[in-house]
């Protein structure tokens, strides 16, 4: 009986584990095989702590949060890290030039097909590098872990990608436009600043409902999702390049165009695979992002997660630097064919 049917049997049943076994032994090889990539390319594979007193800054990601109790019986609030990101930024500023990190991380409100609220990022950073070369990384993890699973291709949900095959990479004023008719660059002030009236009027034109309440960034979720995604990584792997600088709280601004900052996204098959930047090291500026994001999430949610003022002490040390965080398990998912997250965690959240 399939994973996820209301009857199927727990994960440590012995048929189940039979059947869900050879991915997860495939799942041990695309390991090795990536760390052996990482140690060749010179990273010094680090160990980041899970407990924080922010777990990340970013609107839309919800964190668990926990107590930690001194010998007097005090509590200190704390949580799990929804990335390693502010410990390996921490790395960099203490003089660490390139590093990788399979960690561990947590995420609320997250549980289904490619969701599990724990899973595996592999995270890596390069000091004195430009994100371009992070693609060209994606693109030799994404051979290495076909190669190690015994495969040719990346597999998921009837969809096929080839990663031995040229990336392509598009912007994501280009997607709009080609995915779904929107010109999204005219939505946006020479400062990056974003318009929703304007993105709103032209959602309106194609048929596209809004909500009075939407926010530009809620807008641009929406149609990125049901619109534009399902349309990337098909045959071969796709850059999504370019991102507003709304949409990129941690990345520096783009030289050539204040609107759009040094994000992309990799996608296979329709799947998100992993989010790379050219990271921002100018703590004011990430101060300011950070407040904003914490703004709308109480905005929505209502709360939001206190500041790491160790983190941004520490960007003002942090050297130029890009970095990237790939989904692991969602990369063996796709490598094995596998149809969902917990065939390939060895020991899946109940």
């Known amino acids: 009986m399939p994973a996820g049917t209301p009857d199927a049997p727990p994960w440590w049943s012995p048929e189940r584990h039979a059947d869900r076994r050879p991915a997860l032994l495939a799942r041990n090889r695309i390991q090795a095989a990536l760390r052996g990539w990482l140690a060749a390319e010179g990273f010094t594979e680090v ?25 007097d019986g005090a509590g200190r609030a704390m949580y799990l890290h929804t990335s390693p990101e502010f410990a390996m930024k921490k790395l960099l500023a203490a003089g660490e030039t390139r590093i990788a990190a399979f960690a561990h991380v947590w995420r609320n409100r997250e549980r289904g097909v490619l969701h599990s609220p724990e899973f595996t990022m592999l995270e890596w950073y390069r000091a004195g590098q430009g994100y371009e070369v992070l693609m060209a990384d994606c693109a030799a993890l994404a051979r290495l872990a076909v190669r190690a699973a015994g495969g040719t291709a990346l597999r998921f949900s009837g969809h096929e990608c080839d990663p031995f095959a040229e990336p392509e990479r598009l912007s994501v004023a280009e997607a709009f436009a080609r995915h779904a008719g929107i010109d999204l660059l005219a939505t946006l002030a020479p400062d990056g600043t974003t318009d929703a009236p304007a993105l709103r009027a032209q959602l309106a034109a194609r048929g596209h409902r809004t909500a009075a309440d939407d926010t530009w960034s809620d807008m641009l979720s929406r149609v990125l999702v049901a619109a534009v995604e399902p349309h990337l990584g098909h045959g071969r792997l796709t850059v999504l390049d370019r991102y507003p600088v709304a949409e990129a709280a941690l990345a520096r601004p783009a030289a050539d165009d204040p609107r759009v900052a040094e994000r992309f996204e990799l996608y296979a098959c329709g799947v998100e695979l992993a989010n790379g930047f050219g990271e921002l090291t100018n703590p004011a500026e990430q101060r300011r992002r950070f407040e904003a994001e914490m703004a709308e999430k109480h905005r929505v949610y209502g709360e939001r997660y206190p500041l790491d003022e160790d983190f941004l002490a520490a960007l003002a040390h942090m050297p130029a630097a890009s970095g990237i965080a790939m989904g692991f398990d969602r990369l063996v998912m796709l490598a094995t064919a596998a149809p969902r997250i917990d065939d390939v965690l060895w020991t899946p959240v109940a």
């Open 47 to 71: 160990d980041p702590v899970a407990l924080q007193v922010s777990p990340g800054n970013e609107a839309h990601l919800h964190a668990f949060a926990t107590e930690a109790l001194g010998y």
